[in-house]
């Protein structure tokens, strides 16, 4: 790409007077498949590219993003930016100041063995065609969906302070829904597939034995007894269920700018406020954002600041330990900056966001937390959230869940959710096992307008204690 653009609105913007800028050029590729039914629903490429020109001036933000890739489109852009920073200076009860951060002049590329657009997209219709036949295992499936996603992404991030850094990214992801029906009961079931990587994410994959699993999964559902609810259970959560509990208890009341009230009226705020090095959970307690994890949905090793990625502890043996920053932010709380801004593509000005957050590892195994429960539930695959403004009540729904009798799971059962506040399943955390699996999940919301972007979430299995909502 045209580097020298990039850097033309980073002179131009110093020229006007603004303290700080930088500037995103970006080229996209992006591939969107839906294939329901047997048949494509949907089947769609294509290709942007643009800049997003972020300024300080005055101490307030202007941004302005443009898709005219020539010097005349780009200094009006510029000036654009520029403007609205000086304007709401004025409106800014106190000035932005930045955190220093050391500058780096690099490229580095997501592992990528098939590129996405080396293989037919003719190709791709009939493989995503036969993974939705295989949902199909009986007539009792009365809906499968298959949607796939690949995102190509060449970045070229500079500032005034003489950052240039140049990513090349590649992610792709696929999931499988099947629902089932037996007179007036409807169930489903679904599991994503998908990290940063190129084609072989599926070619390394049995996509068609996965899809048959969901299709059997969403049967079995059928047959599950309901569950019924049962105050102060003690329950395992898998690391597919952690993945979403992690997400919404942990990452999100880890953002900064959440944490500072600046979230409150679209997204809420956060309970932990003012926590700091304060005991939040048990000793079995500890969770970490980390973009620099290869092979992840959430992986980077610089932000759209520039900052170096590295891994953020959040929580460590249940003691609050930190925040998700920007260079902003991280100046308020006195921290250094830790790499936690994104932007989904450069219409939009970063905001701080997870990467890959996860809850750390024990030393347990999967069959030793069974084996010692003498009566507790397995609850297994996310579904839905609901979580107050601060984070702090939560509800999250699961797609199934065994109920453990003397160490053996025994009834199947469906339609579970669980509930607590969040310090008191912290601190009821009593075991963790060893094996850390961080999966995909794309579409993590966040913004006004609205960026819908591609994290990784996980975790070990987890022992604890919560409310199972089911059948009084």
């Known amino acids: 790409m045209e580097e020298d653009l990039a850097l033309f609105a980073v002179e131009h913007a110093s020229k006007l007077g603004a303290e700080y800028v930088d500037a995103r050029l970006e080229d996209h590729y992006n591939e969107l498949i839906i294939a329901a039914n047997g048949k494509v629903q949907r089947g769609v490429i294509n290709r942007k590219r643009g800049i997003g020109i972020r300024t300080l001036v005055n101490g307030a933000w202007g941004f302005q993003s443009t898709t005219d890739l020539t010097k005349k489109g780009i200094k009006q852009a510029t000036e654009i930016a520029f403007k609205v920073g000086k304007a709401s200076s004025k409106h800014v009860p106190t000035p932005v100041k930045l955190a220093p951060a050391k500058t780096y002049k690099t490229s580095y590329k997501t592992k990528v063995k098939v590129d996405l657009e080396n293989m037919a997209f003719e190709d791709k219709l009939k493989e995503i065609i036969t993974w939705e036949k295989k949902l199909h295992t009986s007539k009792k499936i009365v809906r499968g969906l298959a949607e796939y996603t690949g995102i190509k992404i060449h970045k070229v991030f500079v500032n005034n302070e003489g950052a240039n850094i140049r990513f090349f990214n590649s992610l792709a992801w696929v999931s499988l829904k099947a629902d089932s029906k037996k ?20 070619q390394k994959n049995d996509m068609e034995k996965i899809g048959l699993e969901v ?26 269920y952690a993945a979403l509990l992690v997400h919404e208890i942990v990452g999100h009341p880890s953002e900064a700018d959440r944490v500072l009230g600046r979230e409150a009226a679209w997204a809420g705020t956060t309970w932990w406020a003012g926590k700091i090095g304060e005991k939040i959970g048990s000793d079995y307690l500890t969770a970490y954002d980390d973009p620099a994890i290869p092979g992840t949905l959430g992986y980077y090793q610089y932000d759209d600041e520039g900052v170096k990625a590295e891994r953020k502890v959040l929580i460590e043996k249940g003691v609050l330990k930190g925040h998700m920053h920007s260079r902003e932010t991280a100046a308020i ?21 997870m990467s890959n957050t996860f809850f750390g590892e024990g030393d347990w195994k999967e069959e030793e937390l069974i084996k010692e429960t003498k009566h507790g539930y397995l609850i297994s695959c996310m579904r839905h959230p609901s979580i107050d403004d601060k984070r702090y009540n939560w509800t999250i729904s699961a797609q199934e869940a065994y109920e453990i009798k003397n160490g053996e799971l025994t009834t199947h059962l469906r339609d579970v959710a669980l509930t607590s506040i969040a310090p008191k399943f912290f601190k009821s955390i ?22 819908a972007l591609y994290v990784g979430n996980g975790g070990p299995y987890i022992r604890g204690v919560a409310t199972i909502l089911g059948v009084k």
């Open 333 to 353: 709380f006195g921290v250094k900056p830790n790499a936690g801004m994104r932007a989904i593509t450069f219409e939009y000005i970063p905001l701080i966001r």
């Open 430 to 451: 009593s075991a963790v096992t060893k094996k850390v699996e961080i999966l995909p999940l794309p579409g993590c919301g966040k913004g006004d307008p609205m960026q």
């Open 183 to 202: 007179g007036d009961m409807t169930q489903f079931y679904e599991r994503t597939v998908g990290h940063s990587g190129g084609y072989e994410i599926f």
């Open 215 to 240: 299709g059997r999964k969403a049967e079995s559902l059928l047959k599950a007894k309901a569950a019924k609810t049962e105050k102060d259970a003690t329950v395992i959560v898998d690391n597919d």
